[in-house]
C-alpha cells in the first residue's frame, strides 16, 4: 500500500512569511498532484506535477516533485491570509490509477 | 470542462434509512469514478473505485453491503449509505477520471463537490 505523509499537519504563520509543506510518498511514482481544501468544499486543484524536477508555480505558491527522493514540496512565499485552508498532496497508485491522499496540512495565515 | 457534479450537497436522515447519493460527469465521460469518505479534519480516504459496467472495487474495511455503489453509464455514478447510523455521518467526495480526449488529461481526477450526510 502506497503511504503518503506531509509535514506538517498544522501550520500557522504570519501574513509575508515563507514557508514549504512537505510530501513524503513511500513508493515509486512520476506525478504528484496538491488540491487546497477550504472548510465545508471539496477539493480545488492547485497543482498536476507529471515529471521528476517539475515545478509549477501560481501566484504565491510553487511545488516541486523530485521523485528520486519520493517527495513534494508545496512552498508558499509572503502569506497572505487568503491562503488559509487545509492542503493535501495526492499520489496515484500506478496499478489501479486510485489516488492516495496526503494527511493534510491546515494552515492559518494570521494577520 | 470537467465538471463533476454530485446531488445532494447535503442531506439529514434518520437513523436506520438509506440515503443514495448521484455523482455526475457533466461534459465528459467517466470511465471509472473514485468514492471517498472525509471525516472531520481528517484527511480523504478511498471507499471504492467504481467502473462503468462492473462491479466496483472496495478498499479494506468498507461494507460492500452498506455502501452500495453502481456505475450504470459513463455519466453516473450512485452510492447508497443503507440502514445508516449516526457513526455513517461524514462528508462524501466524489471523483471520475476521464476518457481519452482531445482536452482532457485522462491521468487526472475531477473531484465533486462533495455531500455531507447527517445520520441523526
Known amino acids: 500500500e502506497l503511504k503518503v505523509e506531509q509535514n506538517p499537519l498544522f501550520l500557522s504563520m504570519q501574513e509575508g512569511k515563507n514557508y514549504t509543506i512537505y510530501c513524503n510518498y513511500s513508493?515509486?511514482?512520476?506525478?504528484l498532484y496538491w488540491y487546497r481544501q477550504d472548510p465545508g468544499k471539496s477539493l480545488e486543484s492547485l497543482f498536476v506535477?507529471?515529471?521528476?524536477?517539475a515545478v509549477k508555480q501560481e501566484g504565491r505558491l510553487m511545488a516541486s516533485l523530485d521523485t528520486k527522493a519520493r517527495l513534494s514540496t508545496l512552498h508558499i512565499t509572503a502569506a497572505v491570509h487568503d491562503l488559509s485552508a487545509t492542503y493535501f498532496c495526492?499520489?496515484?497508485?500506478?496499478?489501479?490509477?486510485?489516488?492516495?491522499f496526503g494527511t493534510g496540512t491546515s494552515l492559518t495565515v494570521i494577520p | 470542462g470537467a465538471v463533476v457534479s454530485q446531488h445532494p450537497s447535503w442531506v439529514i436522515c434518520k437513523s436506520g434509512t438509506s440515503v443514495k447519493i448521484e455523482c455526475r460527469s457533466l461534459?465528459?465521460?467517466?470511465?471509472?469514478m473514485f468514492w471517498y469518505r472525509q471525516f472531520p479534519k481528517q484527511s480523504l480516504m478511498l471507499m471504492a473505485t467504481?467502473?462503468?459496467?462492473?462491479?466496483?472495487?472496495?478498499e479494506q474495511g468498507v461494507e460492500k453491503d452498506k455502501f452500495l455503489i453502481n456505475h450504470a453509464s459513463l455519466t453516473l455514478s450512485t452510492l447508497t449509505v443503507t440502514s445508516a447510523h449516526p457513526e455513517d455521518s461524514s462528508f462524501y467526495i466524489c471523483?471520475?477520471?476521464?476518457?481519452?480526449?482531445?482536452?482532457?488529461?485522462?491521468?487526472?481526477?475531477?473531484f465533486g463537490p462533495g455531500t455531507r450526510l447527517t445520520v441523526l
Open positions: 471523483s471520475a477520471r476521464g476518457k481519452t480526449h482531445a482536452k482532457l488529461n485522462t491521468d487526472t481526477q475531477y
Open positions: 513508493t515509486t511514482s512520476d506525478r
Open positions: 506535477l507529471l515529471s521528476n524536477g
Open positions: 495526492a499520489v496515484p497508485w500506478w496499478f489501479s490509477n486510485q489516488f492516495y
Open positions: 461534459d465528459f465521460q467517466a470511465t471509472t
Open positions: 467504481s467502473n462503468e459496467g462492473s462491479k466496483a472495487t472496495y
